[in-house]
């Protein structure tokens, strides 16, 4: 059950690491002379540090933010899924499968999906391999494609990984669907 936690964390919270060996991270690139009045508050790269400060921290509503609405909602609707299946289970195995997630069944079924999404980001967050992969992470650059940042992430492995941001409410967010899409895998959405 460890390792179902661990992959449905890391599911939540980051992209995989398939690609090519990442080189060594650029320098910051240099301000914009101007800004337009539909400009995000701040950069990609910005971004980015915010969403691994707070997976290091585990601190998961910052996490959640980090997320664009579309990737939210597909977030919701998958663990909604995953919950009535839980439910449907007897007492005794409820119990059993809810134990390696610290929840208690009461408590479970009280949940909203979004509730269970914080508390895996929580729980994932605080797992000494996820620690590892955030904290072997570093920004190496982002290029702007559609609208979107594209952005490159050397991993803890070596290699590098895509991450993409779309603006939403004056500011960068994770667009899950595209990050998969760029990495080659299918999204939940």
Same mark, same amino acid.
């Given at each position: ?65 980090? *997320?664009?609405?579309?990737? +939210?909602? @597909? #977030?919701?609707? /998958?663990?909604? %899924? $995953?919950? =009535? ?32 999404? *914080?508390?895996?980001?929580? +729980?994932? @967050? #605080?797992?000494? /391999?996820?620690? %590892? $992969?955030? =904290? ?54």
């Amino acid at each position: 059950m460890r390792s179902f936690v661990v992959a449905a964390f890391l599911t939540v919270a980051v992209a995989g690491c398939d690609q090519p060996p990442a080189p060594k991270p650029a320098a910051p690139a240099a301000p914009a002379a101007a800004v337009s009045a539909s400009a995000p508050n701040r950069s990609p790269r910005q971004a980015w540090e915010a969403r691994r400060r707070a997976l290091l921290a585990a601190d998961a509503e910052t996490v959640w933010r980090s *997320l664009c609405a579309d990737s +939210r909602a @597909a #977030k919701v609707r /998958e663990q909604e %899924k $995953v919950m =009535e299946d839980l439910k449907r289970l007897p007492d005794e195995s409820l119990t059993k499968a809810l134990s390696p997630l610290g929840l208690a069944p009461g408590a479970f079924c009280r949940m909203s999906g979004e509730e269970f999404c *914080l508390h895996m980001i929580r +729980r994932g @967050a #605080k797992d000494p /391999e996820a620690h %590892k $992969v955030f =904290e072997g992470q570093e920004f190496v650059d982002s290029t702007m494609i559609d609208g979107r940042a594209v952005c490159r992430i050397g991993s803890h492995t070596g290699n590098a990984e895509y991450i993409v941001f779309s603006v939403e409410d004056g500011d960068w967010k994770l667009d899950e669907p595209e990050t998969a899409r760029r990495n080659g895998r299918t999204s939940t959405k």
